[in-house]
């Protein structure tokens, strides 16, 4: 989850800061807005709580709207932005302090999102409906499909994409391709031989996930009904399009005609649904540690990965050079990275990296 939506206040403040925008771009009655219009934008499994919203703090925002009051105070009455002295936006005037009662109380679909998705992910990144508990799903979201490459058997753990262990009668890799043709040759050997099998994984962030919010959202040009009808699926991706992701990519677009799991399978169709993008919005090299444990794979088992380290900018994207993370530690994060991987979950490409970086 990207570090500037892991706060309900600060998504709190950005909400009613597009609605701010939106109505004075429209040059829309605020009270009519609020009740009647709001909710078409959430049109779809959301609107049933943000109208519930809207019924208990739709008269504090009508007010804080009218009145040009900066977004955070009316966050900050509703119980959601907790400190008073921390302010988002610029205040136009003195804060008041006004304290409408509501609080944690109030349904916000905020909250309740904000809750859900923590819930949901912990900071495991793996998926979140794995029922054999082999690290892949046949739901897309939630880590799931989206993420790294869809289970066919959600009943056996044995089975899962680059899979090389087992018959190849049954389809073990969860590559669509098993079973003998008339002349008693199996297909694996007929379609895929003699090239090479390998998987592709990507570690880093959100560059690597494909980190995406619509234009949409935050455009009051482009703002009417339905507008925030898929922000519940993307919210599960965490605001990432790993299915567009350079490294992953697999979806079938007009825009993305190469990735490199696209090429790795149009190299040999075997590869068809081995990928894992465990990227993660904000990662760098201190905390992909943690996020590398989500990767799956067995050097024994399964067969080779390509794997793919891409750290853009987190490690230096900060206010201040104390904040950096300084060369020493991330040659010391990055090395401790690849001694992970060692002998770990591949065997020759990892030998062929750390060749080239050391
Ligand atoms: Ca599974
Ligand atoms: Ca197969």
New binding site residues.
């Given amino acids: 989850m990207g570090s500037g939506f892991q706060n309900e206040c600060a998504l709190c403040v950005v909400v009613l800061r597009v609605m701010e925008n939106y109505v004075n771009y429209n040059r829309l009655a605020v009270a009519d807005f609020v009740n009647r219009q709001f909710c078409e934008m959430f049109d779809g499994d959301l609107k049933p709580t943000c109208e519930a919203f809207v019924h208990y703090a739709g008269p504090v925002i009508i007010q804080t709207l009218y009145n040009k009051e900066p977004s955070d105070k009316v966050c900050i009455a509703l119980g959601l932005c907790k400190d008073k002295t921390c302010r988002i936006v610029k205040q136009k005037a003195e804060f008041y302090g006004v304290d409408i009662g509501a609080g944690p109380s109030v349904p916000s679909p905020w909250k309740w999102l904000y809750h859900w998705f923590v819930d949901h992910f912990g900071n495991g990144h793996l998926p979140a409906f794995d029922l054999d508990n082999d690290t892949y799903s046949d739901i897309s979201t939630f880590r799931g499909y989206h993420w790294r490459g869809s289970d066919c058997n959600e009943m056996k753990g044995s089975v899962y994409p680059g899979r090389k262990s087992g018959s190849?009668l049954l389809?073990?890799?969860?590559?669509?391709?098993?079973g003998l043709d008339n002349r008693g040759r199996y297909y694996?050997d007929k379609f895929c031989a003699p090239y090479k099998r390998y998987g592709i994984a990507v570690i880093g962030d959100s560059a690597g996930a494909h980190f995406s919010i619509p234009e949409k959202w935050f455009n009051v040009t482009l703002m009417g009904k339905g507008t925030y009808k898929d922000l519940l699926p993307r919210l599960a991706d965490e605001l990432d399009m790993p299915e567009d992701s350079a490294y992953t990519g697999h979806r079938n677009t007009s825009y993305l005609s190469h990735s490199v799991y696209k090429y790795l399978r149009g190299w040999n169709l075997?590869n068809n649904n081995d990928f894992q993008n465990i990227a993660v919005n904000g990662a760098s090299a201190g905390n992909s540690w943690g996020n590398i444990q989500a990767l799956s794979r067995d050097a024994k088992e399964d067969y080779p990965l390509m794997m793919f380290l891409e750290l853009i900018g987190n490690d230096v994207c900060k206010d201040s050079f104390s904040r950096m993370t300084t060369v020493e530690e991330f040659r010391r994060d990055v090395i401790k990275l690849l001694n992970y991987l060692d002998g770990r979950v591949c065997v020759e490409v990892c030998r062929c990296l750390r060749g080239a970086i050391w």
């Fill in positions: 190849k389809d073990q890799d969860c590559n669509g391709i098993f694996e075997c």
